[in-house]
């Protein structure tokens, strides 16, 4: 009796030993952590940045041969919406947007009298900025990146230097002045502030090579269409 339950024992033994081998060996894998990318608020800025080229159309040519004639920045402040200086277009609906091979049509612009022009675009943005028409603080900090020149993607920090005139360009405007180097092809180009905010857009520069520009007037009914799907 006792040898049947002893070899009873035994046989459960190798039967269970074999299984819990087995199931050890073949749980079921971990899946690998879920891996989230989030751009951090500098990235996301600088991924709102655009260059664009000016497109006009060629003199003495027919109506559908254009060609880029300059370039600009920009910053994108909705899905379709593109903020810049108004002084980088003149006569026609097309840019080209970043390096695109393909021009992009300009469907609308809205307009705020301060050389910024909001361009309502055939394009789909993915990420864009807030604008901020607050009254800026003497010394607060700036940044933007710009494409002076036959550059891209140059960066830039300075900070607001206070309200004031220039005699040597015109002593009836009021303009925002920023310790801040801009170059020909910056226009158009988003300045931010410390929380990401879109605050100015270069226009011009002063004497020392630094940006000036008129306070950000949009009326909220133009942010409104800017940002709406």
Not at 114 to 131: A, C, R
Request: hydrophobic share 40%; aromatic share 8%; glycine share 6%.
């Amino acid at each position: 009796m006792k040898s049947r339950l002893l070899f009873t024992l035994l046989l459960t033994i190798a039967l269970a030993v074999p299984t819990a081998i087995y199931q050890h060996l073949h749980k079921p894998a971990l899946l690998p952590p879920v891996v989230v990318v989030v751009k951090t608020a500098i990235e996301h800025q600088h991924s709102t940045t655009h260059r664009i080229g000016v497109y006009e159309k060629f003199e003495g040519k027919p109506k559908q041969n254009y060609g880029e004639v300059g370039h600009c920045s920009s910053v994108a402040v909705g899905p379709h919406a593109l903020l810049t200086a108004q002084h980088c277009f003149h006569k026609s609906n097309l840019i080209r947007l970043d390096n695109d091979k393909q021009p992009t049509v300009i469907e609308a612009a809205l307009i705020d009298g301060n050389d910024h022009v909001i361009y309502l675009v055939k394009h789909d943005f993915t990420t864009w900025s807030e604008i901020d028409q607050r009254a800026l603080v003497a010394k607060e900090s700036v940044h933007f990146w710009g494409a002076p020149g036959d550059n891209s993607d140059v960066y830039r920090t300075g900070y607001f230097a206070g309200l004031g005139s220039e005699d040597d360009i015109d002593a009836r405007f009021v303009f925002q002045k920023f310790i801040l180097p801009v170059f020909g092809g910056d226009s158009g180009s988003g300045i931010f502030d410390e929380n990401g905010k879109v605050v100015a857009v270069v226009s011009m520069a002063d004497k020392s090579a630094n940006e000036l520009s008129e306070p950000l007037q949009f009326t909220d009914s133009q942010l409104d269409v800017a940002t709406s799907e």
